[in-house]
């Protein structure tokens, strides 16, 4: 072929015949066997979604929390999505995600065929993660309740923040790393209390606080 001649040669090409040509040009020639099966995709930043809808009480902490989460994944190298948007509770999108994160979230924020998308993640090996007032959100939702581990039954009377004795019980539980690792160990902490309805075996016990005439177990 003549290179000076190709301008006119292309002229006469319909648009779908000038496309294969360019890719044919771009590729340097016709694919090979076996091509496809030797291209190798980069992989994929995992990613995370933080999800911090609310339909009752919003806590201040909300921000400085989904500013955290976002530094925890530019540190640690996975992307960070922030919605409050229910929306995005759907069966496609959520599998984009290693896990969903509900980010002290109140309140019904799901309606029935966005929880439903959600189970069918769970249920696919998607992961939750609850912050907070996670355990104060979809109370006719027993399945979601059942995922949290527990409900938010309300706050002890002033002071709201007590100071309580935590007891390790499964020092292997990865939500006790950050605690001895004595099956008895003790340790003390200082943190707004609350009392929850249990639906799950916790790795952590604790030990009734009580003052005022008020008294309240004090959960991690």
Do not use: C
């Amino acid at each position: 072929m003549r290179f000076a001649s190709l301008p006119n040669r292309v002229a006469r090409l319909r648009p779908a015949g000038i496309a294969v040509l360019a890719l044919v040009l771009a590729m340097g020639g016709a694919p090979s066997p076996g091509f496809a099966q030797r291209v190798t995709r980069a992989p994929e930043t995992p990613r995370i979604l933080v999800f911090s809808k609310t339909a009752g009480y919003r806590h201040a902490s909300i921000e400085t929390g989904a500013a955290a989460i976002t530094r925890l994944g530019a540190e640690h190298g996975f992307a960070v999505d922030l919605t409050e948007d229910a929306a995005a509770f759907t069966d496609r999108n959520p599998m984009r995600y290693r896990a969903v994160v509900f980010l002290s979230t109140t309140g019904d924020v799901l309606n029935p065929t966005q929880e439903h998308a959600f189970e069918r993640y769970i249920q696919a090996g998607g992961g939750y993660v609850g912050v907070h007032s996670a355990t104060d959100t979809e109370y006719g939702w027993p399945w979601y309740g059942k995922l949290a581990g527990a409900y938010f039954d309300g706050h002890p009377g002033n002071p709201n923040v007590r100071k309580g004795t935590f007891r390790v019980r499964d020092g292997g539980h990865a939500s006790t790393w950050g605690s001895r690792r004595d099956g008895s160990a003790r340790t003390s902490s200082t943190r707004s209390s609350r009392s929850i309805r249990r639906y799950t075996s916790w790795s952590t016990s604790t030990r009734r606080a009580t003052k005022g005439g008020r008294t309240a177990r004090i959960t991690r």
